[in-house]
């Protein structure tokens, strides 16, 4: 039986632009954050410092995750690592597969103005939050860093881009790859319970079942 926690799911969207490879598109980012009424932790920042705080409110946030470092995921990360905690910050987490993507948004370390993340993320990594644990999955091909975070005691998965409803995450763009997303989604994912709510990082929820048998076994 899976342990009792006070932990819920709180969500909300944020407008703005996503931008590679010379295009840019205006797309609607899911905000997610997962905690109590004391603690919580952000899965990834998009856009909008205010509409992320706006669902955190008052609580202490224990980190800001990113699912994966394309612009409209991590823009404002660093903005919103220095608002959170009465000013005192909050680590930023991301696999270090994804820093050339990162580097494309906020520079590197010879970057007069570059700004890091905190600390890397590594696949099995487990979170803690608000009784509750999120467990890291590296899921690379929509981005070589991508991962997803199954909070099983919530029946739920944060696939970031890497699911949708409907399928697979898009590839065709720098640093992704299809064959390597879906090797990931069915290697990493489709052992889940059917019954796992996915919350994406753009539009409507699915299931783990849901998406199995549209991809199929390949």
């Known amino acids: 039986m899976a342990a009792q926690t006070n932990a819920r799911?709180?969500?909300?969207?944020?407008?703005?632009?996503?931008?590679?490879?010379?295009?840019?598109?205006?797309?609607?980012?899911n905000i997610w954050v997962v905690g109590d009424d004391s603690e919580c932790v952000v899965i990834d920042a998009p856009h909008s410092v205010d509409d992320i705080l706006a669902v955190v409110g008052d609580r202490t946030v224990k980190a800001i995750i990113c699912t994966h470092a394309h612009d409209d995921h991590v823009r404002?990360?660093?903005?919103?690592?220095?608002?959170?905690?009465?000013?005192?910050?909050?680590?930023i987490l991301l696999h270090p597969d994804d820093r050339p993507l990162w580097e494309l948004t906020h520079g590197g370390p010879d970057d007069e103005d570059g700004r890091l993340w905190d600390a890397d993320l590594a696949d099995g990594q487990t979170l803690e939050v608000a009784g509750t644990t999120l467990t890291v999955l590296h899921t690379p091909g929509h981005a070589p860093g991508a991962v997803c975070l199954y909070a099983e005691e919530l029946g739920c998965l944060f696939t970031g881009d890497t699911l949708f409803q409907g399928g697979p995450g898009a590839?065709?763009?720098?640093?992704s790859d299809r064959p390597t997303l879906e090797a990931s989604i069915r290697a990493r994912l489709f052992g889940l319970p059917d019954e796992t709510v996915v919350h994406?990082?753009?539009?409507d929820d699915t299931t783990i079942g849901a998406e199995r048998e549209l991809l199929g076994d390949g």
């Open 9 to 29: 799911v709180d969500h909300a969207v944020s407008s703005g632009t996503f931008s590679l490879d010379g295009e840019t598109h205006h797309v609607d980012n």
């Open 76 to 91: 404002v990360a660093p903005a919103l690592r220095e608002a959170v905690n009465g000013g005192s910050g909050a680590p």
């Open 171 to 175: 590839t065709g763009r720098s640093f």
């Open 200 to 203: 994406t990082g753009h539009g």
